[in-house]
């Protein structure tokens, strides 16, 4: 009878493993988007500092050459300048959640682009013309002699 019991005991433990470990998977799955998301809000702030700081050296950021590329990304065939070289020096750039870059590429009308900081998501989605509102965020373009 003691086997009977133990069989039925390793039965009821391995259910309920089996149960934590898919709420487990369902739960890193929404810790990435949310890695994601906290660190687009991050970054864009730490390039509209970027931004303000080189007004205030006599820059204009409007000049610098876009896209601007995170670490992972290759620069792209129409050039780009690594994020990095903008930004402070050991500023925290990460990869995004599924290993790739993070990008800051000009959007918006020809007469009137503004930076968008944009990460592919989970599927590696890079599309300028129409980013996904999920994956960017605008960055204001600090007060600059034109």
Known sequence: MRWREALIVLI????????????????LHRARMR????TLAHLAGQVALAMQRA???????HDWEFPLYGPGEPA???GGTPL???????SWIPLDPWGRGYRV????ESSHPYPLLVCGGP????DPAQPDPRWCEPILWP????
């Open 76 to 78: 792209s065939a129409t």
């Open 55 to 61: 007004v205030a050296s006599g820059e204009d950021p």
């Open 84 to 90: 990095a070289r903008h930004l402070p020096a050991g």
């Open 12 to 27: 009821a433990s391995a259910a309920i493993v089996w149960i934590i470990l898919g709420t487990v998977r369902s739960e």
């Open 143 to 146: 007060d600059a002699p034109r």
């Open 123 to 126: 599927e590696d989605r890079f």
């Open 105 to 108: 590429l000009l959007t918006g």
């Open 35 to 38: 890695f994601a998301e906290d």
